[in-house]
């Protein structure tokens, strides 16, 4: 694949390297309880907390919160004071609980308790971005969707795969040259290469098992901060 910028990218290549590296990470939150409890309504909830919060803080959350309230209509029985209380210390908490009572409200009121599975009508809950929107797809109903967060979009300039500067026109440069059989996955690697070796400042190069495909775009720059 010739990319935009002239790069010629073998992409399976590059998730076949970044599948061996994602062999020595954790995996995130949201991608593994998509996968043991198999449950819209959990991935949806968990990655409503998980912006902008560590994914130890967004597992014990989750695990506090589905504990006393595993369904939308247990949910909204819970007051946001409660919410609160079980989530706390998620990221924004405060904001965060009222936005997931009212996620199950409405889920019982317009959707008869199912989290809907497409991308306009998820958009349409308060605090459910692109980013949460596009992961609840992949993750949840294994749709092609590719989920942009800030390490998708670093480390995808970073390769050189692409020249952008905010996450939605990542994820529309993406869609133009990334193959639809690696949308899913390509988010979870990158999320779990960025935490671990591909970080904003100081990235561990000499560990890197995907270096030879990356052209280091502003890594000097990072390593002038930091590095």
Request: overall charge positive.
């Amino acid at each position: 694949m010739i990319t935009k910028y002239g790069r010629n990218i073998d992409f399976d290549e590059l998730m076949d390297d970044l599948k061996a590296a994602f062999g020595g990470y954790k995996v995130p939150i949201v991608t593994l309880i998509a996968v043991q409890e198999s449950d819209p309504f959990k991935v949806l909830i968990s990655t409503m907390m998980s912006s902008r919060t560590k994914d130890e803080t967004t597992a014990g959350a989750s695990t506090r919160l589905y504990a006393v309230a595993d369904t939308p209509e247990k949910m909204a029985k819970l007051t946001v004071e409660q919410i609160e209380k079980l989530i706390f210390p998620v990221g924004f908490y405060k904001t965060k609980a009222p936005r997931i009572k009212a996620a199950a409200r409405k889920l019982i009121d317009e959707y008869g308790g199912n989290v809907p599975g497409e991308l306009d009508e998820l958009l349409k809950f308060e605090g459910v971005g692109r980013k949460t929107a596009n992961l609840v797809l992949g993750e949840a109903f294994r749709k092609e969707a590719i989920c942009v967060d800030v390490h998708v979009h670093r480390i995808s300039n970073r390769l050189g795969l692409i020249k952008t500067d905010t996450p939605f026109e990542t994820e529309m440069e993406l869609q133009k040259i990334l193959p639809r059989r690696h949308w899913i996955r390509y988010n979870t690697y990158l999320v779990a290469h960025g935490q671990n070796t591909c970080k904003p400042i100081g990235p561990r190069c000499g560990q890197c098992l995907i270096y030879k495909h990356c052209k280091r775009v502003g890594v000097a720059a990072a390593a002038k901060t930091g590095d």
